[in-house]
């Protein structure tokens, strides 16, 4: 058996990190259906079945990556760097029979930051349905 110097170690460990490729935190498999690139599987299976209410008539306007601004009572609300903030949603759509604008976001595992995000968006008078 060869002994290895702790420094070998290291650089054989850095190499063999370096070469996997970054996965996704909560393991969602990106996956691209009809030539769109989806995070999650469930995400593009919500685009199917959403695709198919459009075909039927019961929804309209459907949008993808929908980008919301974030609003606070006294203006925008700002990140760190002084950019506003928003919660891109991944699909919002309008329900022909009532008239309602939807906003959607398939969630497996909600983080912190996004309840946050979602929570303002809700004190602006935005719901969001978590499919």
Known sequence: M?????ADFNL????KAASKPAGSKYRAEPVVVDGI???S???????AQLQLLVRAG????????VPIMLQGRDGPVLTRTGRQMRLT??????EVATGLLVFEDPKGMPTRDYEVRRA???AQGITVVEV
């Open 2 to 6: 060869e002994r290895m110097s702790a």
């Open 12 to 15: 054989a460990q850095t190499a």
């Open 37 to 39: 690139r989806f995070d």
């Open 41 to 47: 599987k469930h995400e593009a299976a919500r685009w």
């Open 58 to 65: 019961v929804i309209r306007d459907l949008k993808r990556q």
């Open 89 to 94: 949603l991944d699909f919002s759509y309008i």
């Open 120 to 122: 303002i968006a809700a």
